[in-house]
């Protein structure tokens, strides 16, 4: 072979190998890693505390501070919950809602944090996870919640959730979350039912925060959903005050509940507290809350006689 051409090859060969590193570079995942979790976790045990570490985490930002809900803390623990949850997290909480995303699930998870909505009349005192297990990718949790009325010493009702949640193999975030609340009706019925700790006048304060809001914070940034304040608490006197199946619907309370999201981001969130229900304070098709996970998205597929199950 010619020198020159001995070159040339040599050459052709060097660029090879310099553009497979630019391609291995290109592909390397450089997403952040929760920060509970060793990046090279893989073991069942690291896994183990890994899964139950970061479930224990976001629940504790949850609980009402000490102190009482305030903006600062809220904004705190939703860049804090950031940390466990994946950029296109899907978290199913039944029989509350559905909710995508990192930031929307944040805001959901620290609702007892905010002044506002939810906070404003509820304390979560406490919520610990009660039983737990892991294997690969997917956490099953059992955790207690102890709710209290802000405006009396009662307590409304200790309500249990089931979580599955399944985790980035990589990240070790929350990819997906379903999450069932237990004896949830019975929290909906004490929060919603007219008697001394929820009347009627708790219900027009819940309108007054919605029209509030929407006058105070909604209008000014250019996404208001009523056109005055009379005309907003007309249309709220209108429609349920919660709907049978859950917050999650159009009625007030899901507007009340979005009241505190919408202080924090008014172009996101200030449509889901209008007359429209912005998408979110609406009635949802049936499968996009009941059949969002398919059968074996968490666990695999029952397995058959015979068969081994599907993963």
Known sequence: MAPRASSACWRLFLLAVVLLAGAAAAKKDTRPINPLCPKSCKSEACLFKCHFDT??????????????????????????????????????IDPVGTYHGKVTVGDYVATFVHPLGLGSRTTLKSST???????????VATSTQEYYFKITPDQITRVDM?????????????????????????????????????????????????????????????????DNTTDCAQYLMSIPRISVHGAQGDNVYCRFLHTAYATVDPKYHCPHIGRTGGGQCVEKPYADHFLLFPDGAFMGTPARPGKPPKH
């Open 55 to 92: 479930l224990q985490g976001l629940l504790h930002l949850s609980v009402t501070p000490e102190g009482g809900p305030s903006l600062p803390i809220f904004l705190e623990r939703v860049a804090k919950l950031g940390d466990f949850l994946d950029d296109n997290v899907t978290a199913r």
């Open 129 to 139: 996870i009660t039983q737990f297990a892991s294997s690969g990718l997917v956490a």
């Open 162 to 226: 089931v979580m599955f949640t399944r985790f980035d193999p990589v990240t070790h975030k929350i990819t997906l979350g379903d999450w069932n609340f237990l004896r949830f009706p019975q929290f909906l019925e004490n929060l919603a039912a007219p008697n001394p700790p929820v009347s009627d006048a708790s219900l027009a304060q819940m309108i007054q925060g919605i029209c509030g809001v929407d006058e105070k914070v909604c209008k000014p940034t250019g996404v208001p959903g009523y």
